[in-house]
């Protein structure tokens, strides 16, 4: 017999290696070449081969244990990425939904609460509602605005309620004239 360490951690190179001689009968921590053909299934012609076969078989598993950790990480590298770029693209595309819709710009915080795509969020019945009444209420407010920011408008419409009622109390000539006075101030004439 040879004088070979067939210990576990000399037959894979190490410590990690479930013991392969607890099925030793003798409880001796060596191998024979007749139980190494017998554990790993094949007929070698030597201890020395059976061993190198161990260790080749060993080494092919931790290389290949090694691309496939690689392989997973560039995985999830390119996963992360991918994330990346698909939130960019969804911001892009918000940004540019706003752009050609200015309209909806006040109403950003509204249309990202009812959907995360804004193109689908105005076409909900719910915030058409909202807009539709939001629209009426800014018209209402431009127009109540438009007379009574201009004080020259608000004295005429003043002066020409006052040639009204002369004119229905049966006074033509102080309405004329009030009418009159009515119309150069609001004209600054």
């Known amino acids: 017999m040879d004088n070979t360490d067939t210990t576990d951690g000399a037959l894979l190179g190490g410590d990690d290696v479930a013991s392969a001689s607890s099925s030793t009968a003798s409880g001796d921590a060596?191998?024979?070449?007749?139980?190494?053909?017998?554990?790993?299934?094949?007929?070698?012609?030597?201890?020395?081969?059976?061993?190198?076969?161990?260790?080749?078989?060993?080494a092919f598993a931790v290389a290949r244990e090694?691309?496939?950790?690689?392989?997973?990480?560039?995985?999830?590298?390119?996963?992360?990425?991918?994330?990346?770029l698909?939130?960019?693209?969804?911001?892009?595309?918000?940004?540019?939904?706003?752009?050609?819709?200015?309209?909806?710009?006040?109403?950003?915080?509204?249309?990202?609460?009812?959907?995360?795509?804004?193109?689908?969020?105005?076409?909900?019945?719910v915030f058409k509602a909202v807009y539709e009444k939001a629209?009426?209420?800014?018209?209402?407010q431009k127009s109540r605005t438009v007379l009574d920011s201009n004080p020259r408008i608000a004295v005429a419409k003043d002066s020409l309620s006052k040639a009204s009622e002369a004119f229905q109390g049966g006074n033509a000539s102080k309405g004329e004239a009030l009418a009159v006075n009515a119309v150069r101030e609001a004209f600054g004439l």
Do not use: C, W
């Not at 190494?36 to 070698?44: A, P, R, S, V």
């Not at 090694?66 to 990346?84: G, M, P, V």
């Not at 629209?135 to 209402?140: F, K, L, S, Y």
């Open 135 to 140: 629209q009426m209420g800014a018209e209402v």
């Open 66 to 84: 090694e691309k496939i950790a690689e392989k997973l990480r560039a995985e999830i590298l390119q996963n992360d990425r991918t994330a990346q």
């Open 30 to 58: 060596s191998l024979t070449l007749q139980e190494l053909n017998e554990h790993l299934g094949k007929q070698f012609p030597s201890k020395e081969s059976a061993l190198k076969a161990l260790k080749d078989t060993s």
């Open 86 to 125: 698909a939130a960019e693209v969804a911001a892009l595309r918000k940004q540019a939904f706003y752009d050609k819709n200015s309209q909806y710009a006040e109403y950003r915080d509204l249309l990202e609460k009812i959907d995360s795509d804004p193109s689908r969020a105005v076409e909900n019945p």
